[in-house]
């Protein structure tokens, strides 16, 4: 009979150890939980930026895109018209 209370006995203490161990685990689980949510906020909040950031430079690129194309089209017309002035010039000079 004795044998059986120190077995029940050492089993009751090995089972509040694994409790206790269980238990210290789900804080530390529940702490690093925590840390890596606000961690992923961080990031998230980093990355929400950084999108931002990108969406504006592609606004300014297709702006500036846009702004070349203006120019050279002005330029090429200039182009052509002093082309034709300098052809009419030529016909003049020629008369």
Known sequence: MAKLA???DFELRRTHEAVDSATSEHARTKDDHSRLMVE???LQRNLDGQLAQK???QR???NEDARCRELQSQAF???TRLRNIDDQ???SRKE
């Open 55 to 57: 969406a504006d430079l």
């Open 6 to 8: 120190d077995a029940k």
């Open 40 to 42: 992923a906020q961080a």
């Open 60 to 62: 300014t690129a297709e």
């Open 89 to 91: 010039l030529l016909v």
């Open 77 to 79: 017309e200039r182009e």
